[in-house]
């Protein structure tokens, strides 16, 4: 089971950091991703990363303000997020999927080959 937390409102330029706490498994072996969506639209990946940390990939419109990490020892995969913006307003999603190779891979991924999902935390930017 996966369960998201630390989702809620922030004014544009503003941060928070969420958290996705994994329980009946080892995410030691996992590649773990957060994602995102709004209404009408596809469900995108927005940062990934490796089992053992060892591999992240971020997309484009979050590089330089989002960053990934990972804390084996709580079981839990965090993501903090720096100068928020409007079109960042989505819910956040978080997954996981047995890890075989690198994190961009995974990001690339089809949404069917995740095994594990969470059920979303919501995320608000605006003034």
């Known amino acids: 089971q996966l369960v998201e937390s630390g989702g809620g409102w922030a004014q544009p330029g503003g941060s928070l950091r969420l958290a996705c706490a994994a329980s009946g498994f080892n995410l030691d072996f996992y590649t773990t991703g957060w994602f995102r969506q709004v209404p009408g639209k596809e469900r995108e990946a927005v940062s990934c990363?490796?089992?053992?940390?060892?591999?992240?990939y971020d997309i484009d419109s979050v590089k330089g303000r989002f960053a990934i990490s990972r804390d084996n020892a709580k079981n839990t995969v965090w993501l903090r997020m720096d100068n928020l913006q409007p079109e960042d307003t989505a819910v956040y999603f978080c997954?996981?999927?047995?890890?075989?190779?690198?994190?961009?891979?995974?990001?690339?991924?089809?949404?069917?080959?995740?095994?594990?999902w969470g059920q979303g935390t919501q995320v608000t930017v605006s003034l």
């Open positions: 997954a996981a999927v047995t890890d075989w190779s690198t994190a961009q891979v995974f990001c690339e991924a089809e949404m069917y080959e995740w095994e594990y």
């Open positions: 990363i490796g089992g053992h940390g060892d591999t992240t």
